[in-house]
């Protein structure tokens, strides 16, 4: 088990229509506050009239996308967790739309190790992704979506990948 330290008493929304997965995360994640939805509009409610450390968000059958962009607006880190949706497009926008990461519901086991990587990631300036890419390599995808996974967008992934380099080279430097 990973340590919880940067974890510890954290208050934590997570929102997915599966109420396994609720139970599970909230099992998972027995060290902070958590806040169990299943429903777009009470996660909505609650993301607008609460302050949360973290928003784990299903990206599927609660519009989780719609909630990341209340998220961001509320300055709330937010990871985007999927079984369905768990495709490079959605990769990408999750991406793009300013998610701290995402995971695919098979790792959900590993959500507090993910969770704390984004939180170190976080205090020390760093992009959230880096960790996870580590976490979760090329090879990983390559054998869910084939080798040629980013291919259909060869320009993003390679500003991704110099961005996370640059800042982990920046990071190193202010050591």
């Not at 300036?125 to 960790?131: D, F, R, S, V």
């Not at 390559?142 to 380099?165: L, N, V």
Request: aromatic share 8%.
């Amino acid at each position: 088990m990973a340590d919880s330290s940067l974890l510890d008493g954290k208050k934590i929304l997570v929102v997915d229509d599966e109420h396994d997965i609720l139970e599970a995360l909230e099992e998972l994640l027995s060290m902070c506050d958590v806040v169990k939805v299943s429903t777009f509009d009470k996660a909505k409610d609650l993301l607008e009239s609460q302050d949360f450390d973290i928003a784990i968000l299903d990206i599927m059958g609660v519009d989780g996308y719609r909630l990341l962009d209340i998220a961001n607006r509320r300055n709330i880190t937010a990871v985007m967790l999927t079984a369905h949706a768990f495709t490079p497009d959605n990769l990408v926008k999750s991406i793009k739309e300013g998610a701290a990461s995402y995971l695919p519901k098979e790792e959900l086991t590993n959500i507090e190790t993910f969770l704390n990587d984004v939180l170190e990631a976080k205090k020390k300036g760093e992009n959230t992704w880096g960790p996870w890419q580590e976490r979760l390599p090329t090879s990983y995808f390559e054998k869910r979506w084939g080798a040629a996974w980013q291919d259909t967008d060869k320009e993003f992934w390679e500003r991704f990948r110099a961005s996370i380099k640059d800042r982990i080279a920046q990071s190193k430097k202010s050591d």
